[in-house]
């Protein structure tokens, strides 16, 4: 009986999309899951709607209520909107930032998005190609938005995509905006609540313009030039697994000085299937191995590997019998807020006021570090967002010199509010 009443209630809700307000080619899908004597695949796609949460969307691609398409995209996106036109109605023009990554239709969900938010008179800076999350999250400040999106469900599987909502501050948004956003969207009935219909004189591409600008204020974290002239031909080994570390951080790395950087050429072809992987995770040990053995056969020094939307970077190095091993999250930002602390100390640009940030569940190891280096180390939820506020409440009073989790995000600067592979 119970089976029954769930067939009935999909049903209800798949035919609501049989309406002209869908298009020809989502009405014949539903249609053929209606038809289908197997009713499994209707009751997956209709049993409830991909709920926008505290971190966005993220889900199977596909059509139905529960699925990432153009329609919960748009839904996300309206109601979005709706609450930016609420909390910045004094403004004479709102205006936001849409990055996407490489995954399958993340393009046509960043399109969709920016027509829906200039539809609503939303001033829209589109990126032209795939850009990694950190960009994203620095080009809201940069171009002084009050919001932003990004098309991506990080490390996830192939079938998956996903979009994060992001504030003015460049982070992924809090309380009580979160909650806001979440009625807009719930409050949007149906496809005819949505504007699809854009107005291209407010969508303006970027690109190079932002990528130049962020990728000086990337080279600027280096603490010691003179150590890189000295080690620029060791030999690094980075792969971007499909992703989009391939648009930024080759030229990164060449930008501070390394000379002798080997990329991995199956894995710098941009393709949301992942093929040369099984998952496209940093912190699996066999997402890196195409990495590793390109190291091992031109006697690399180092492998690096940034997850699809390239917020964060997975390490390989070798142990004093020559084995390659993989560096665990706690091992790298214990590394970096190491070196980054002893180096300040060293070159005396310690004034005081100096602070790093760590997640609750990231090693308490850290916090000797610095509370030996005599640095201010705050304990934060886990979540890079957490970090961010830390910053934002600091921000003018005093300086952020790191922070870290031990799922391999990190963040060596205060011009990005979320993690950041590329610096």
């Known amino acids: 009986m119970e089976n029954?009443?769930?067939?009935?209630?999909?049903?209800?809700?798949?035919?609501?999309?049989?309406?002209?307000?869908?298009?020809?080619?989502?009405?014949?899908?539903?249609?053929?899951m209606l038809e289908n004597d197997d009713k499994t695949e209707l009751i997956e796609a209709f049993y409830k709607d991909l709920e926008f949460g505290t971190g966005g969307l993220r889900g199977i691609m596909g059509v139905g209520s529960n699925r990432m398409n153009?329609?919960?995209?748009?839904?996300?996106?309206?109601?979005?909107?709706?609450?930016?036109?609420?909390?910045?109605?004094?403004?004479?023009?709102?205006?936001?930032?849409?990055?996407?990554?490489?995954?399958?239709?993340?393009?046509?969900?960043?399109?969709?998005?920016?027509?829906?938010?200039?539809?609503n008179g939303i001033k829209v800076y589109l990126f032209d190609?795939?850009?990694?999350?950190?960009?994203?999250?620095?080009?809201?400040?940069?171009?002084?938005?009050?919001?932003?999106?990004?098309?991506t469900a990080s490390h996830n599987p192939k079938e998956y995509n996903g979009y994060k909502a992001y504030w003015d501050d460049g982070a992924q948004v809090l309380a009580?905006?979160?909650?806001?956003?979440?009625?807009?969207?719930?409050?949007?009935?149906?496809?005819?609540d949505i504007k699809f219909q854009g107005n291209p004189d407010l969508i303006q591409i970027i690109g190079e313009d932002v990528d130049k600008v962020y990728l000086d204020m990337v080279k600027t974290v280096s603490i010691d030039p003179a150590a890189i002239a000295r080690h620029k031909d060791m030999k690094i080994v980075y792969t971007p697994i499909h992703g989009t570390g391939m648009m930024l951080i080759p030229?990164?790395?060449?930008?501070?000085?390394?000379?002798?950087?080997?990329?991995?050429?199956?894995?710098?072809?941009?393709?949301?299937n992942f093929p040369t992987v099984v998952s496209p995770n940093p912190e699996n040990a066999e997402a890196l191995s195409m990495a590793v053995n390109l190291a091992k056969e031109i006697d690399?020094?180092?492998?690096?590997?940034?997850?699809?939307?390239?917020?964060r970077v997975g390490i390989a190095c070798k142990d004093d019998k020559g084995e390659w091993v993989l560096i665990n999250?706690?091992?790298?930002?214990?590394?970096?807020?190491?070196?980054?602390?002893?180096?300040?100390?060293?070159?005396?640009?310690?004034?005081g006021g100096e602070f790093c940030v760590k997640t609750i569940v990231t090693t308490e190891l850290i916090k000797k570090i610095a509370?030996?280096?005599?640095?201010?180390?705050?304990?934060?939820?886990?979540?890079?967002?957490?970090?961010?506020?830390?910053?934002?409440?600091?921000?003018?009073?005093?300086?952020?010199?790191?922070?870290?989790?031990?799922?391999?995000?990190f963040l060596a600067e205060d011009f990005v509010r979320d993690k950041d592979a590329v610096s």
């Not at 029954?4 to 989502?26: C, G, M, N, R, S």
């Not at 009580?176 to 005819?192: C, L, M, Q, R, T």
């Not at 690399?300 to 917020?311: E, F, G, K, Q, T």
């Open 4 to 32: 029954q009443e769930l067939i009935k209630q999909v049903t209800e809700k798949a035919e609501k999309w049989l309406t002209p307000a869908y298009d020809a080619e989502t009405q014949a899908e539903v249609k053929r």
């Open 70 to 119: 153009i329609y919960t995209v748009g839904a996300a996106t309206q109601g979005l909107s709706n609450y930016l036109k609420k909390n910045f109605k004094d403004l004479p023009q709102i205006s936001v930032v849409v990055g996407h990554d490489c995954r399958n239709n993340s393009r046509l969900f960043a399109e969709t998005s920016a027509n829906i938010f200039s539809a």
């Open 129 to 151: 190609d795939m850009r990694p999350t950190p960009e994203m999250s620095f080009a809201i400040r940069h171009l002084g938005c009050q919001s932003g999106i990004i098309l």
């Open 176 to 192: 009580p905006h979160d909650k806001g956003i979440i009625d807009e969207v719930n409050a949007i009935a149906s496809a005819a």
């Open 251 to 272: 030229r990164a790395l060449k930008m501070w000085g390394f000379e002798n950087v080997f990329t991995v050429p199956e894995q710098m072809i941009k393709d949301g």
């Open 300 to 311: 690399a020094d180092l492998v690096m590997a940034s997850d699809p939307d390239a917020d």
């Open 329 to 351: 999250g706690n091992q790298t930002c214990m590394m970096y807020l190491y070196y980054i602390l002893t180096q300040y100390k060293q070159l005396g640009k310690i004034k």
């Open 371 to 409: 509370d030996k280096n005599n640095i201010e180390m705050l304990d934060c939820y886990t979540g890079f967002k957490w970090i961010a506020r830390e910053i934002r409440l600091r921000e003018g009073k005093q300086k952020y010199i790191g922070g870290g989790e031990e799922s391999y995000g």
